[in-house]
């Protein structure tokens, strides 16, 4: 059975940094993790994504803000935030495709696997 656990997420004021971690491992078949978000009646949003020989995507509106990474040995996906604002509040949840080998970051709601997400809230 595929884990991913998300932890990190939090209430920050506008401008401020959070840094989100996923627990998952990559396994022989495994691509891409990515982080995807949605809000209350809205659809979910693809935010970053990292494939397997470490090339990066991201969606226009957190270029510059946030950053993925990882650590193979920990087996933990990060998404670090900064400069948050409103309108990124949301549930954030990592994702996990395997098989495929492409990773484009507007696909990251549409990965196979997912966990249960973590709630970001961010005030003015």
């Known amino acids: 059975e595929v884990q991913l656990v998300e932890s990190g997420g939090g209430t920050v004021q506008a401008g401020g940094s959070l840094r989100l971690s996923c627990a998952g491992s990559w396994e022989y078949n495994t691509f891409c993790f990515g982080w995807f978000r949605q809000t209350p009646g809205n659809e979910r949003e693809g935010v970053a994504s990292i494939a397997l020989d470490g090339e990066t995507d991201y969606a226009d509106f957190v270029k510059g803000r946030f950053t993925i990474s990882r650590d193979r040995a920990k087996n933990i996906t990060y998404l670090e935030m900064n400069n948050l604002q409103p309108e990124d509040t949301a549930i954030y949840y990592c994702?996990?495709?395997?098989?495929?080998?492409?990773?484009?970051?507007?696909?990251?709601?549409?990965?196979?696997?997912r966990g249960q997400g973590t709630q970001v809230t961010v005030s003015s």
């Open positions: 994702a996990r495709r395997d098989w495929w080998r492409l990773c484009p970051v507007e696909e990251a709601p549409r990965y196979l696997y």
